[in-house]
C-alpha cells in the first residue's frame, strides 16, 4: 500500500470522479465535491441518472468516463464500495478515497492488491479545505 498522505494525494491528483455526487446542493455529496471544483479540480460526476451536475457532464459508471481518472471519491454506502473498487482498479485508478462515515475492510483489501492508495472514513473537500489544498501546478 502507498503510505503518501491523504494532502499529499489529493495534491497529486488532478482528475477526481465522485460515485454518487448528488445533484440537491444541500448534501454534503454535492458541496465537498463543489469545494474541490472550486480549489480547481477536475471533478467528474459519476451519477446513475444525471446527465449534468452542476455544470459538469455526468456519466453513469467510472467506465464511462473520458481520460484518466487519478482518483475516486466515493459517497455511497459501505456495501457497494468493494464493486467501486474493482472498477477503479481495473480502469488503474491511483486512489480509492471513502468519505467520512464509510469504512470498507474488502474495498481497502481491493485497492490494496491493485496498488492504489487507499484513504477512507475522511471528506476531500473538507481536507482540502482545511489544509488549503490545490492540485499540484494550480495556484
Known sequence: MNATSPAQLLTEARTIAVVGM????????????????????????IHPTATEIAGRTAYRSLSEVPGQVD???????????PGIAREAASLGVRTLWLQRGIVSAEARSIAEQAGMAYVEDTCAGATSAQLNLRPAGVS
Open 22 to 45: 448528488s445533484t440537491d446542493p444541500s448534501k454534503p455529496s454535492h458541496f465537498a465535491p463543489m469545494e474541490l471544483v472550486n480549489r480547481g479540480w477536475n471533478v467528474v460526476p
Open 71 to 81: 482518483l475516486v471519491n466515493v459517497f455511497r454506502p459501505a456495501d457497494e464500495a
